[in-house]
């Protein structure tokens, strides 16, 4: 891939996941943050099954959102930026491993990350327990992801816009 169209697309994809998520967070406030938490936005995740450029666009678009949200923890800054770099790199990598049509183990990766490393975080900061934190981290990360990446996933695959829009190449 040449590297404008990497910047270009890395780019593009951190402006939506930031802007989304304020958007969100401004209709309805609190659904973006906390422990049950259900970023729209998260559904773009998917992108990192079509293009490398996704990385760096969401885990950049993670912070830019953590950064200028002034009700941010901290911690959000790195342990929230990092689930997200950490799904979208497992993503990438699981791209071709497929349940029928979906890649099923990879769109369970953003659960995941941001289970163990966003639950930790929430521990630390208003307690309640690990166990708890992570569950409901993972089941608004689920929800999302699965539900809406799919959609997301299924609608760019079924215009071919994966070959024409996000190609690696």
Same mark, same amino acid.
């Given at each position: 891939m040449n ?62 959102? !953590?950064?200028? +949200?002034? @009700?941010?923890?901290? *911690?959000?800054? /790195? ?5 997200? =770099?950490?799904? #979208? $790199? ?29 639950g930790w ?11 708890? !934190?992570?569950? +409901?981290? @993972?089941?608004?990360? *689920?929800?999302? /992801? ?5 959609? =997301?996933?299924? #609608? $760019? ?13």
């Amino acid at each position: 891939m040449n590297k404008t169209r990497y910047l270009a697309q890395a780019a593009v994809i951190a402006a939506l996941y930031a802007v989304l998520t304020h958007m969100q967070n401004f209709l309805l406030p609190g659904s973006a943050t906390w422990a049950i938490q259900m970023r729209i936005s998260e559904a773009m995740t998917v992108l990192a099954f079509f293009t490398p450029a996704a990385i760096p666009g969401l885990s950049l678009g993670c912070l830019l959102f !953590n950064l200028t +949200y002034s @009700a941010t923890l901290p *911690l959000d800054f /790195v342990v929230g930026t990092l689930a997200t =770099l950490l799904a #979208a $790199i497992a993503m990438w990598l699981t791209r071709n491993v497929k349940v029928g049509k979906l890649p099923l183990p990879g769109l369970l990766m953003p659960a995941l990350t941001n289970a163990v490393l966003v639950g930790w975080e929430l521990t630390v900061y208003i307690g309640g327990g690990f166990g708890i !934190n992570a569950l +409901y981290v @993972a089941l608004g990360e *689920l929800a999302v /992801v699965l539900v809406l990446g799919s959609l =997301l996933y299924f #609608a $760019i695959t079924k215009r071919g816009l994966d070959k024409k829009l996000l190609s690696a190449g």
